[in-house]
């Protein structure tokens, strides 16, 4: 019906760059909010950064200023732009929306691994 499906995901060194891209697709009329999460190992999923329908932003504060997360509403993709990686960014992302479909509700993509070595 729904789903979101992300890629970008891989290993890079500290210090460098990787950009998450997630794509929606299915019964969609409207997505609403967006957004990243990420859960490293023996920790819980905590919020990377949530963007709205316009262009509104919010970021976790340990990734202010090295993240960005953008959306491209005509292919209903959300991106997550990511430099200056630490280690502690290491974590599984996982991209988030609300979307209006046949019903309201909130879906998750299955997740794309982030590893930054030192």
């Known amino acids: 019906q729904v789903q979101l499906v992300e890629s970008g995901g891989g290993l890079v060194q500290a210090g460098g760059s990787l950009r998450l891209s997630c794509a929606a697709s299915g019964s969609i009329f409207n997505i609403n909010a967006m957004g990243w999460y990420r859960q490293a190992p023996g920790k819980q999923r905590e919020l990377v950064a949530t963007i709205t329908s316009g262009v509104n932003t919010n970021y976790a504060d340990p990734v202010k200023g090295r993240f960005t997360i953008s959306r491209d509403n005509t292919r209903n993709t959300v991106y997550l732009q990511m430099n200056n990686l630490k280690p502690e960014d290491t974590a599984v992302y996982y991209c988030?929306?609300?979307?209006?479909?046949?019903?309201?509700?909130?879906?998750w993509g299955k997740g794309t691994l982030v590893t930054v070595s030192s």
């Open positions: 988030h929306a609300n979307i209006e479909g046949w019903h309201m509700g909130d879906y």
